[in-house]
């Protein structure tokens, strides 16, 4: 059976899945669209979880960035599992505790301020818009490559799929069709991994294949990759680091603190019985993700080895253009890969030579998807990992889109502005908010800031520096108040903003990038990807600097501080 063909049926069969999930589980309830009726297994919860986490970013983009970053990628790493640890550790249980629906509910609450509540939303619409942009990014890459045609035909295919699971399932869809999704796309990182790690190296492990000789020879698959990306005039890939020591310390701590923050993880909380099953869920999470993230150097370093060499076969002689394979032509239609025969020699010049290098793109976002066709895997394999690639980015826009749904519908609709309208009202208004994000968010998606993983990497720092601080400070300290919290959020996320947007551009239109994406214009050299974590230190210096020379919180909030970290007496999630 041609590939083609068997890429239609697997993905069809996932897809056909999906749906029936999202039609058996449909939401009847405001509460079964927000918090799938708040029952769900602390276990089952870590993979939904899992899947709403690992998104495109991490399924696609990350060992992309990963094979062109080398050691300076491990920031993607590090800040997104140790995030976790955080959030099991000081969120995930106070928040659950407390019993709401959703992030700006609590710090409405909490600031005793509908002041606050709106800033939360607005924080949070802005987060996850910029998340789902890279959601997207990712969506259009893999419908593009699967249905052969050009990425915006791809996105527009994607948004069609999105728009009806997520739109009829809400929370409860959206949990159950999530642990399907895990397996599928959990199985797609693996298998091809494996099979290409006994092909390299002979060690069926990716994880111990990485750090192992290439079969049939004493040489270490790291150090031919080392040799390989030195000779075509890149840095050493085992030790180039991310612009700076600071710069990296800092895209870490801001991935770190953003996943503690985003608003669509959080939510998930809050669909387990107990307290301690929040905890527990967390934990099953970062189980679930460590499969991957341990197995995501590996497909990057081998990738960027198998591209490097099916480009340079011998030292010296490269790949004649009409000679390309069959994944590279695939590719080319996509508009992802090209190749400008520079020197009119058709062979394809590859080097970091922006002058001499003939192989002009090569997005990031392809070398996982492409990885089994490089390697010549079996087409069963080449199917199923465009299966685990739409369901990566597909589950997480799903989950993405509900937090922006939930924010406006029940906290500005329901919280603040029409507190009167029944429950079929807001769960109609639900889907109506979530059908008019995925509009904008695929429109930005048709000019993406940076790669899948690079947009998402924005989105975390802007959680950072305003979401995150508020929690923190609303769960750990009775002296901050409503003063202080609005204060440190407006000035978090305006600094990070500001930043981003003169390096980035307004809305990340490059024309409007009044100082330019150049290192030289970074505050301290660290950029705008990363500056989330010195938005956060601004949030929190406001904030307690303002709750410091202001009236303190009333009795009763202060008690309600106190209450919340008492490991015992949690309520059902509220019915509404």
């Not at 993230?293 to 253009?321: D, F």
């Not at 025969?341 to 080097?351: H, I, P, S, W």
């Not at 930043?499 to 301290?524: C, R």
């Amino acid at each position: 059976m041609d590939l083609q063909t068997l890429t239609y049926i697997v993905v069809g069969a996932t897809f056909t899945l999906y749906i029936g999930i999202a039609i058996w589980s449909r939401a009847g309830s405001t509460k079964d669209f927000y918090v799938a009726g708040g029952g769900v297994h602390p276990v089952a919860n870590g993979m939904a979880t899992a899947a709403d986490w690992m998104s495109a970013a991490s399924f696609i983009g990350m060992a992309g960035l990963i094979a062109y970053m080398g050691y300076g990628g491990s920031v993607f790493l590090m800040g997104w599992t140790g995030g976790f640890v955080i959030l099991a550790m000081l969120l995930a249980p106070y928040l659950r505790k407390y019993g709401k629906f959703t992030v700006p509910e609590f710090i409405g609450d909490r600031f005793y301020s509908r002041t606050a509540r709106a800033v939360a939303v607005v924080c949070l619409i802005i987060c996850s818009t910029t998340y789902v942009i890279g959601q997207m990014k990712g969506i259009g890459v893999a419908f593009s490559r699967f249905l052969e045609v050009d990425y915006n035909v791809g996105l527009l295919v994607g948004m069609c799929i999105v728009f009806f699971y997520a739109v009829l399932g809400g929370m409860k869809g959206i949990t159950y069709t999530q642990i399907a999704q895990y397996c599928v796309l959990i199985l797609a990182y693996t298998i091809p991994a494996i099979f290409i790690s006994l092909q390299l190296t002979g060690n069926p492990l990716p994880q111990v294949g990485l750090g192992s000789t290439l079969v049939g020879t004493d040489t270490f698959l790291l150090d031919k990759l080392d040799q390989m990306v030195m000779e075509l005039g890149f840095k050493e890939y085992t030790t180039d680091v991310r612009l700076s020591g600071l710069n990296m310390f800092a895209y870490t701590a801001s991935l770190m603190i953003g996943t503690a923050g985003l608003p669509h993880v959080i939510i998930r909380f809050f669909t387990v019985p107990k307290v301690r099953d929040a905890r527990s869920s967390a934990g099953w999470a970062l189980v679930f993700i460590a499969i991957l993230y341990t197995t995501a150097p590996a497909v990057a370093g081998m990738a960027r080895l198998n591209l490097m060499q099916t480009i340079e076969p011998e030292p010296g002689q490269y790949l004649q253009y009409d000679e390309r394979p069959q994944w590279f032509r695939n590719w080319e239609t996509t508009g992802l890969l090209e190749f400008e025969d520079k020197n009119g020699d058709g062979a394809m010049l590859y080097t970091a030579d922006p002058e001499t290098n003939e192989l002009v793109k090569v997005d990031r976002d392809i070398i996982v998807l492409a990885n089994p066709e490089i390697a010549r895997l079996p087409n069963w394999v080449i199917a199923l990992v465009a299966a685990g690639g739409l369901a990566a980015a597909l589950s997480t826009a799903a989950g993405l889109l509900l937090a922006i749904a939930s924010a406006i519908s029940h906290d500005l609709l329901k919280g603040m502005i029409a507190p009167q309208i029944s429950e079929k009202q807001e769960l109609m208004a639900s889907r109506i908010a979530m059908a008019a994000a995925i509009a904008g968010a695929g429109y930005l998606g048709f000019n993406p800031p940076d790669f899948a993983a690079g947009t998402v990497a924005l989105a975390f720092g802007l959680a950072a520096s305003s979401i995150f601080p508020a929690l923190m400070m609303g769960i750990f300290s009775s002296r901050v108040n409503k003063e202080g919290a609005v204060a440190g959020m407006i000035a978090g996320i305006g600094v990070t903003l500001f930043y981003v947007f003169q390096h980035k551009g307004i809305m990340f239109v490059a024309s409007t990038a009044f100082l330019g994406d150049m290192p030289e214009n970074w505050f301290l050299g660290i950029e705008p990807n990363a500056f989330g974590a010195i938005g956060a230190l601004v949030n929190f210096a406001v904030a307690l600097g303002v709750s410091a020379v202001t009236k303190a919180p009333p009795a009763e909030v202060q008690e309600l501080v106190e209450h919340i970290r008492v490991p015992a007496g949690a309520e059902a999630a509220l019915d509404h």
